[in-house]
């Protein structure tokens, strides 16, 4: 793309918020997210935009994107790089080049830009910082390359990248004005110890070498939400690679007081060193506090950005029934007005719209009558995305005397996962022992754009994470905005929106604490073929209107809710914003208009 004259304009947004994503997924054609995370962050951005908020974004440019998914006939996965060409959508800053010491090495990192535009002409512009120049060798080159890719070094080295890195492109830039940084995942942590040696203080001033380091002012101007309990979702390195790659950036000692005796635990590091910890669920605050007790940690619960997640049918509906709902999503409340047979028929249609798109990919010709089940989600075992098939014959039972069912699934492995792998191969094998009785798809290469067909297409969103690990989940949450009613297991934000028989539907009961639940199985199993059978079919196939008030429920009560228009909202009230004395003692005076 040209190069317009950015530079003015971004002073003109004078940001408050920089906010560090290792994966940001804005649009399925920029493909640098893998999952949840990502697309989190990506609609955490497009809400500031269509507010107005003071935002700048940062993240790496994955050249290679996260991976192609392709699926042979068993269901054995192949990955391949994502061809995209960055020139075609982004800006390349090209008279900007900052650098990041690793190792011996000095990285040159190259700055491009993407500008979210919001619904009223709001601006958040977001960089991309790329290894790929012609200075760097070959493998410094591919540093950037590769969402989640590597080994430990790589991705230390990213994370130097996206913290260090990330700090010093906003210097490059003369953006000088950020009141909160905000890391979303402890990734971006190291952007706390380039803050750290900012804010150093001279040894003449102090005379005292504890005194050296700001450590409050950093904690002052950082905020840090985690997103996972699950102990893989939490960075750890050796303190010897950490040295290998650091070397004497920072001194061990001081290093060590903040981030983990044993290891460099970036968790560790961002609670230490951010003024407020969030979790992005009630429950995932509970967990998250048992895991680290030592920290005050708040819950932000999770939303998705309406309009991008709203299939072009409901969007219809909205406009005419609900309008000013695409700034204002709170208006998706009205939605108890809208009537019976209009709703049904968006619906329809968009369910019509998936089923076309299958037969085109798959040549299966399924049912727009026949009950569909929908599940999307990262193929891993806490997920459990077999726990429907457990029982094979009890599902054949259901199908024969309660009522048809068929269902669409889709999810990627991470390529190192075996466990997760082995998944995807399960289910094919039960496609074929089912066949005869149960069309069941599975659709390649899961992405933000397919995610948006299913969660929209599907009659009944399915959820059997094992508890108490799923933090939030979001799917459901789009899923709730195209009139899709959730059927999941009591985790996450659906023990927020659950109203039992009125928005969906639960299995199996609440988390009883942080343990993992892993003797559930049988038990989460038979309440989830027993609702089935009993509630669940009986009434999408004979109680249509009572369907209905149910689907028109999911709305009012979960996408007026679970959208980033209040979670923005309760960002700025309870983690953005500064008690008196912080505002002291950062110099922020109170009529900054
Ligand atoms: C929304 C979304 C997710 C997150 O969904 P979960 O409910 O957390 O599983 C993951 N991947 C894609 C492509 C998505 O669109």
Not at 91 to 102: A, G, K, S
Request: charged letters at 25%; one cysteine or more.
């Amino acid at each position: 793309m040209t190069h317009p004259d950015i530079y003015s304009d971004i002073k003109n947004l004078a940001p408050q918020i920089a906010y560090f994503s290792m994966e940001i997924g804005l649009r399925v054609d920029i493909p640098t997210y893998s999952g949840g995370l990502g697309v989190l962050a990506g609609d955490t951005i497009k809400a500031a935009a269509d507010h107005e908020l003071p935002f700048v974004a940062i993240t790496l440019l994955y050249r290679e994107g996260y991976f192609k998914q392709h699926l042979s006939e068993k269901g054995e996965q192949s990955e391949e790089p994502v061809r995209w060409n960055p020139d075609d959508l982004l800006i390349e800053l090209d008279q900007i080049t900052i650098t990041v010491e690793i190792g011996s090495s000095q990285i040159a990192l190259r700055p491009w830009l993407y500008i979210v535009e919001g619904c009223d002409g709001g601006q958040v512009p977001v960089f991309f910082l790329d290894s790929d120049l012609p200075e760097n060798s070959p493998q410094e080159r591919h540093l950037t390359a590769q969402l989640y890719g590597g080994d430990r070094r790589y991705r230390l080295s990213q994370e130097i990248i996206l913290g260090i890195g990330g700090l010093r492109l906003l210097s490059a830039l003369k953006i000088r004005n950020i009141l909160n940084f905000h890391l979303n995942e402890g990734h971006a942590a190291l952007l706390t110890l380039e803050l750290l040696k900012r804010y150093q203080r001279d040894i003449e001033e102090t005379w005292d070498p504890d005194q050296v380091w700001d450590f409050e002012r950093v904690r002052n101007h950082c905020v840090f939400t985690t997103h996972t309990p699950v102990p893989a979702g939490h960075d750890r390195f050796d303190y010897q690679l950490v040295e290998e790659l650091l070397g004497d950036y920072i001194p061990l000692s001081v290093l060590k007081r903040f981030a983990g005796h044993h290891d460099l635990n970036l968790t560790t590091l961002a609670l230490n060193l951010c003024r407020h910890t969030n979790a992005v669920s009630k429950c995932h605050r509970d967990v998250s506090t048992l895991m680290f007790p030592d920290h005050h940690i708040k819950a932000v619960t999770n939303g998705v950005h309406s309009t991008s997640w709203t299939n072009a049918e409901f969007q219809n509906l909205y406009d005419h029934y609900l309008p000013g709902w695409r700034r204002d999503n709170f208006l998706l409340r009205n939605a108890i007005a809208i009537p019976d047979d209009e709703l049904f028929a968006a619906h329809q249609s968009a369910k019509q719209r998936l089923l076309h798109h299958i037969k085109e990919k798959t040549g299966t010709i399924l049912d727009p009558e026949i009950l569909t089940i929908g599940f999307a989600r990262r193929a891993t075992p806490y997920k459990r995305a077999t726990l429907l098939f457990s029982q094979p014959d009890r599902l054949r039972h259901i199908t024969q005397y309660y009522g048809p069912l068929q269902l669409v699934l889709a999810g990627k492995a991470h390529p190192h996962d075996e466990p997760g792998k082995q998944l995807i191969k399960d289910i094919f094998r039960t496609r074929e022992q089912l066949s005869d009785l149960i069309k069941i798809v599975y659709l390649e290469n899961y992405d933000m754009e397919l995610g948006k067909l299913i969660t929209g297409g599907v009659d009944l969103w399915l959820n059997t994470p094992t508890r108490p690990l799923e933090a939030s989940g979001t799917s459901g949450m789009k899923a709730a905005h195209n009139g899709v009613p959730n059927f999941s297991i009591l985790d996450g934000w659906w023990i927020e929106g659950w109203i039992e028989g009125k928005t969906g539907w639960a299995i199996g009961p609440p988390p009883t604490g942080p343990q993992v639940d892993h003797e559930s199985n049988l038990l989460d199993a038979d309440d989830l073929h027993e609702k089935l059978e009993k509630e669940i079919i009986p009434i999408y196939y004979n109680k249509r209107p009572i369907w209905i008030e149910i689907m028109r429920q999911a709305i009012s009560f979960n996408a007026s809710f679970f959208n980033t228009y209040r979670m923005l909202m309760e960002y700025y009230m309870n983690v953005y914003s500064f008690d008196p004395p912080t505002r002291v003692a950062l110099g922020i005076r109170e009529n900054r208009h």
